[in-house]
């Protein structure tokens, strides 16, 4: 591994997968550093493919992380497209409908799948992209070649399927070939197998034996068909169940979630009531010091008011008794002018 590191032994499908595996915020980076430990290392002619690798698209590097992280899920996947390419030659009607139905499904629960896997790597895929890796994987189940490009887990760019023609590969894959998809272009739809061709009526020995060895091959292709097509079947169910109970999972997790934030605010509620009733309790207390202080002020002003009632009543009196003296003064004052003025009278005879 150490060899590897710098460059000696190294090929160029390990050093892109290894490359093509990383977040993709890293690949630029990751790149140049290793195209640079190549050519440190005497491999020049690698170091230079190295550095010429395009860095994936956003959808093409989250198809990439998919077929790493959910290999069984993607191949189902691409079993399944299979299954139905080989539906619409035979023309098996019923059989397209119900294969159609889980294909929605599927790619449904695996769009899914790669926004996790990429949410995990720290990319958040966005609808646009989420829409360019639907249409990526339908593209693989449309054609075989971009089947295998999508397997290969090498994806430069997004891969798109008109449904009549081969999809384009051209550059869509990092190192090419890849599978048996020479230069990254996708060859030609295969032809019918010998076996569905029109019989001849060529009448040579043999010819009986030969037709029911032909038919035993087609018994077991049917049944390996039949297989490939159950296990694409209870496949696309477990990713639907995986769907509805990561859906289950999720409603149960915001339900605990509303239920903690309700406990809360229930708390808060109590906290707040207990802290009110302290209030109320405090009010009433203190309501109940300044009615007994309000009942000893009243019966102080009921004394002082009798008091004063009193000291009324006294003064009425002491003014009475002043105003007899006066009276009383004011005649012995007269008494006396009187006598003064006869004691003169008797003097001035004498």
């Not at 090419?176 to 009448?203: E, F, H, L």
């Amino acid at each position: 591994m150490a060899d590897e590191e710098h460059g000696a032994g190294a090929t160029l499908e390990g050093v892109a997968d290894a490359l093509y595996a990383l977040p993709l915020e890293e690949f630029t980076a990751a790149r140049d550093a290793r195209a640079k430990t190549l050519r440190a290392a005497g491999e020049k002619e690698l170091a230079r493919v190295v550095a010429a690798l395009r860095r994936p698209t956003t959808a093409a590097w989250a198809v990439n992380q998919l077929v790493r992280a959910r290999r069984d899920e993607v191949e189902q996947l691409l079993e399944l497209g299979a299954a139905l390419r080989d539906a619409q030659e035979a023309f098996a009607g019923e059989e397209l409908r119900e294969l159609n139905r889980q294909q929605h499904r599927v790619i449904a629960a695996i769009r899914q799948e790669a926004r996790a896997v990429a949410a995990q790597a720290g990319q958040r895929l966005t609808e646009t992209v989420g829409r360019q890796v639907e249409a990526t994987l339908r593209a693989g189940m449309a054609d075989a070649a971009a089947a295998e490009a999508v397997r290969s887990g090498l994806l430069t760019s997004d891969l798109e399927s008109t449904g009549f023609e081969p999809v384009d590969l051209e550059g869509a894959v990092a190192v090419p070939p890849v599978a048996g998809i020479p230069g990254g272009r996708a060859p030609a739809r295969s032809a019918r197998r010998s076996d569905d061709a029109v019989p001849t009526t060529s009448t040579r020995p043999g010819r009986q034996r030969g037709a029911a060895a032909e038919r035993v091959d087609r018994d077991a292709d049917r049944s390996a068909e039949q297989r490939r097509r159950r296990r694409a079947q209870e496949e696309a169910e477990r990713l639907e169940e995986e769907r509805r109970r990561a859906e289950r999972e999720r409603e149960l997790a915001e339900a605990r979630a509303r239920a903690d934030q309700t406990a809360r605010a229930r708390d808060d509620a109590q906290d707040r009531l207990a802290a009110a009733e302290r209030a109320v309790e405090e009010l009433d207390r203190l309501r109940e010091e300044l009615a007994a202080r309000l009942a000893e002020l009243r019966a102080a002003l009921d004394a002082a008011q009798a008091d004063d009632d009193a000291a009324a009543r006294d003064l009425g009196h002491a003014a009475d008794e002043r105003d007899r003296a006066a009276r009383v003064a004011e005649e012995a004052r007269r008494d006396a002018d009187e006598a003064r003025t006869v004691l003169e009278r008797l003097e001035r005879r004498g």
